[in-house]
Every structure is written in structure tokens, then in C-alpha cells.
């Protein structure tokens, strides 16, 4: 792995009123090819902090930069994912894979073409012309995982994408997930609330505890790669887990839920 | 595949064959005007009240096919309706547009158009009549002025409640304001804007007959009235179930455009689209 730092943070601050301080004095730095799993609690800043990478929300002190560039707003280089799928309802399967094309003017044939690519890298042969409304949850995910892989962002910012989801098709779909992100270039950061994906995914995760949102701990996670779901029954694999959970505890003890 | 929209959301009626639905509609009509009927004849019911269902018909079929006298007055009724529909809503879907694009606009204008809506429309009907004169131009006015509401409330209301998610998807794919109106604004509004079109068809046509009431020559409306004055009750019925079928032909009309418009909101209608857009699909 490359050591090149694509994101860097010191000291990035963003408080939404001065008491309501979502995330605070976030110091770090993400390797080029490297996948990062963001952990923590409902309401702990973690998607806060993910806005901020993306450009979407402005922070309120320190410095935030990706590629050695102060982020000022949404960059092309960045794509995002949600937790909903977020596909037009009005528009099929691959003319929801086309919109990041057409938003650029760029709807060509090479454009439809690695949209078909796409759709059939995330299983979704044959579902091509569906609207979202004829497919399942698992299958609109899919879908708009194959519109991030369209927009050629190499920077995959992933707001618990798969958390709608049933633990069977989550666990296919992080499988899935890695095999597509499984490349160098593609630098990716995961916000789950679920420790065992966050470990089972990442190179490292970052834990987050709140009021206020601080990363407290970086740990990095050296399982052999490609990742198996049988990984996560081994010793090693729960001492992580016990790593993580100790780091919240330690920082949730007699706080207010 | 069944509809979305007609699958209902309490299932309290069994599926019957579509022989046995029809006898079932049948029968409970024969009843019902069968003893409206029996109640005239019977004397029960006094005919300058409620006249008998035949005379009713009787009329109804004079009026269409013997002197045909009701073909003039439905289509200036209609008209009527028709141009204020067309008028009141352009006026109510540009206030809208507007509203949704300007802050500014939206909050010192806009609260002019919710005062005019509280103000009973047909109140207003005799500064129409005085402004606009006798002739058709007042009755499309009221009716433009009846039906505005609905689609300017309606069209701001969904444009201006858009997915948050898919606003952040529409940011970071770098999309400018024009984009995010036509791609994602308009489509996500359009069953809410379309379901304010079907309210102002009612409007407009109750604008129109309301304002026949005041003053005019021609019109279901005041054909109803003329009737009604000289107490010819199967007259004034018969007049009224025209009205019905107008009111029946634009509802049918908004609901033809409604599932055209919104194909997304069907399993079938989504089935066809699909099925086009599959072979209207080419690489180049």
C-alpha cells in the first residue's frame, strides 16, 4: 500500500451551536487505497464528520484537505452513499447508474457502456430497465453502488450503506463491497454503527464517542485479506471487537443515552 | 400485477368474478331508483320535490336527442370551466415556481395568495360580474380565480420538500440549480402538483357554475336555474346529472393523465415502461 495521504484533518471542528459540538478536534490521515471503517453511537458526529470530507457542510474550525487541497465544497473525486438507496423513482436501473453523466454532460456511448459494466459488477444482470419500485432494498443498494462506480470517484465516502438491511444480505453485500473496492487507487471511509462490520471491513477503524464527537481511538486491524465471514468467529477477530467496545465503554460509563 | 393505487388498504371487499361484481352494482341501483320510483308512484313522495327517476329521464333524453338543446349550454359550461382551469393554474404553478425559487418572493409575496384563498371565492362572485360583465369572460374569471389554490399550494409544497439524501446526492454529483429543478425537484413534486390539478378541475367547474348563477344567458348553470324558478323539477334534476357528467368527464380526464404522468406509482404501468424503454435502449 502506497503511503500517500489523500485526506488529512488537524484539529476540524464543527459545532452546529456552541453547546451542540458534533464533532471535535478531529486529527488524521488516510492512506491512498486504504479502507477505513468509522465507528460509534447514534448521534456520536460520525456522519457529521463524513459531510465534511464530502464537502457538503462547512466546518467551523481547523483544516480539512483532500489531495493537499482545503475542501471548500463537493469535489468530483469524492462519491457518496447513503443508507437509502436514493434512486429516482421515475428513472431505471441504469438511467439512475447514468445521472452522474448526464449531470456532467457526458451521456456517450462509453458512458452507457461502463454503466452496464457496472450493473452487471454488482449482480444486477437482467434488471437493467427495472425501476427502483420492482426491486428489493438489497437490489436498490446495489444499484446505487453501481452509480457511485459511475461517477469514477476514487475517494467512496459510505453512510452505513447496507444498515436497512437484513443481517444475510448485509453481510453478502460487504462481501461484495470489498471485492469492488479491492483496488489501490480507491480510497474508501465506511460509518457503521455495527462493530463487526466496521472491523470485518477496514484497514483500520476509527472509534468515535459523543458529546462531543472526538475520534478516540485508531486501531488497525492486520487480518489476512480477502476478508471471509469466517473471520469473525476467530480469537483474533474478537479481541478486536473487545478492543473497540472497551474504548466506548470507557467513554459511555454514566454518560447520558 | 395488481395497481398500487386501487389495491386498498383494508381488504374488506372479496374478489368476485366480474359478471357477479356487475349484477352486485346492478342490483343495488335497481333498488335504490327502482324505490325512488315506486315511492313517486306510490304517492309517498311529492313530485314537485323530488320528481320520479323517469321523468328525469325522460327530460334528460329530450333534452339529447330530441331538441337537443343541452349541446350549446354544456359546451359553454365546459368552456368556461376548461379556460379557467388552464388560466387558474398557469397563474397558480408560476406563483409557485416562483415562490419555490425566491425566498423573497415566497415570504412577502406568497402570503398574498393564502389571504385570497381563505376569502370564499364565491363571495367575490359580484365584483366578477361587475369587472368582467355579463358574457362568459366572468365565469372563467371566478373560475380561474376558484381553482389557483390547490395547484399553488400543492406545487410548493412538494418542490420545496425534497429528500434531503437526494439533495446531498445532487450537491456532491456537482449538479447546478437548473439541473436540480428539472431532475429532481419537478419529478419528485409531480403526484403531489397533479393531485392539486384534479382539485382545481372541481373548482373550476363549480367557479363556472356558481357565476351562471349570478347573471348569464347561456350554461348548464343557469339552465338549472331556469328550471328550478318555474318549478319544473325534472328539469332542474335532469340539468343537475349533466353536471354530474361534466364533473365525471374531467375527473376521468385527470385520472387518465394521472396514470400516464405518473407510471412510477403503478406495478403495471411500470411493467410497460419498462418493457419501452428496454427497446428504445441503444449503446450509441
Known amino acids: 500500500m502506497a503511503d500517500e495521504v489523500v485526506i488529512e484533518a488537524k484539529g476540524l471542528t464543527k459545532a452546529f451551536t456552541e453547546t451542540v459540538i458534533a464533532v471535535e478536534d478531529a486529527i488524521f490521515q488516510i492512506p491512498k487505497g486504504s479502507f477505513i471503517s468509522l465507528v460509534g453511537p447514534s448521534g456520536c458526529g460520525k456522519s457529521t464528520l463524513l459531510r465534511l470530507i464530502a464537502g457538503l457542510i462547512d466546518k467551523t474550525d481547523g483544516n480539512i484537505s ?20 436514493v434512486l429516482l423513482e421515475w428513472r431505471t436501473a441504469i438511467e439512475n447508474v447514468l445521472l452522474p453523466n448526464e449531470i456532467r454532460g457526458d451521456v456517450g456511448p462509453e458512458a452507457k457502456q461502463k454503466a452496464w459494466d457496472g450493473l452487471q459488477l454488482v449482480g444486477l444482470k437482467d434488471f437493467e ?4 419500485r420492482q426491486l428489493s432494498g438489497g437490489m436498490q ?21 447496507f444498515g436497512a438491511l437484513d443481517e444475510f444480505t448485509r453481510e453478502r453485500l460487504n462481501v461484495e463491497l470489498l471485492r469492488i473496492v479491492d483496488d489501490p487507487e480507491i480510497t474508501t471511509i465506511f460509518v457503521t454503527h455495527n462493530i463487526t462490520e466496521a472491523i470485518f471491513l477496514a484497514d483500520k477503524v476509527f ?14 486491524i492486520n487480518l489476512p485479506k480477502p476478508r471471509t465471514i469466517e473471520m469473525e468467529t476467530t480469537p483474533e477477530f474478537n479481541a478486536l471487537i473487545k478492543e473497540v467496545r472497551d474504548v466506548l465503554s470507557g467513554h459511555l460509563d454514566g454518560a447520558p443515552l | 400485477m395488481s395497481d398500487v393505487s386501487s389495491d386498498g388498504i383494508l381488504k374488506g371487499v372479496k374478489e368476485l368474478s366480474l359478471v357477479h361484481k356487475l349484477s352486485m352494482h346492478l342490483g343495488v341501483f335497481v333498488i ?5 320510483e315506486l315511492g313517486s308512484r306510490l304517492g309517498y313522495v311529492n313530485e314537485l320535490i323530488m320528481p320520479p327517476p323517469t321523468a328525469i329521464g325522460y327530460r334528460l333524453y329530450e333534452m339529447f336527442f330530441i331538441t337537443g338543446s343541452i349541446y350549446w349550454h354544456y359546451f359553454v359550461t365546459m368552456f368556461e370551466a376548461v379556460c379557467g382551469f388552464i388560466i387558474g393554474v398557469s397563474i397558480g404553478l408560476s406563483l409557485a415556481v416562483t415562490s419555490a425559487i425566491s425566498p423573497v418572493f415566497r415570504r412577502y409575496w406568497a402570503p398574498y395568495a393564502v389571504v385570497f384563498n381563505v376569502t370564499p371565492g364565491i363571495a367575490v362572485t359580484p365584483f366578477i360580474i361587475a369587472w368582467f360583465g355579463f358574457g362568459w369572460s366572468s365565469k372563467i374569471a371566478l373560475a380561474a380565480l376558484v381553482c389557483f389554490f390547490p395547484p399553488f399550494i400543492n406545487t410548493l409544497t412538494g418542490l420545496l420538500y425534497i429528500d434531503k439524501d437526494a439533495t446531498e446526492l445532487f450537491r456532491s454529483l456537482g449538479a447546478n440549480r437548473k439541473q436540480y429543478f428539472w431532475k429532481l425537484q419537478i419529478p419528485s413534486a409531480l403526484p403531489i402538483i397533479i393531485a392539486g390539478l384534479k382539485l382545481a378541475m372541481t373548482g373550476a367547474l363549480i367557479g363556472a357554475i356558481v357565476a351562471e348563477f349570478f347573471s348569464a344567458s347561456e350554461g348548464v348553470g343557469i339552465l338549472m336555474q331556469r328550471f328550478a324558478f318555474r318549478l319544473n323539477m325534472d328539469g332542474s334534476f335532469a340539468a343537475l346529472i349533466v353536471m354530474s357528467l361534466m364533473g365525471l368527464s374531467l375527473f376521468t380526464l385527470m385520472e387518465y393523465m394521472d396514470v400516464k404522468v405518473l407510471f412510477w406509482r403503478r406495478h403495471s404501468r411500470m411493467e410497460e415502461v419498462s418493457k419501452k424503454r428496454k427497446a428504445k435502449w441503444s449503446i450509441n
Not at chain 1, 66 to 85: C, S, Y
Not at chain 1, 129 to 132: A, D
Not at chain 1, 141 to 161: C, H, N, S, W
Open chain 1, 66 to 85: 483532500v489531495r493537499n487541497a482545503e475542501v471548500t465544497g463537493p469535489r468530483k473525486d469524492i462519491g457518496l452513499m447513503f443508507q437509502k438507496a
Open chain 2, 32 to 36: 335504490l331508483i327502482g324505490g325512488w
Open chain 1, 129 to 132: 430497465f427495472s425501476f427502483p
Open chain 1, 141 to 161: 443498494q446495489r444499484v446505487a453502488l453501481a452509480r457511485l462506480l459511475q461517477t469514477g470517484a476514487d475517494i467512496m465516502l459510505l453512510d452505513e450503506p
Open chain 1, 207 to 220: 472509534v468515535m464517542t459523543p458529546r462531543p464527537g472526538r475520534i478516540a481511538a485508531m486501531i488497525d
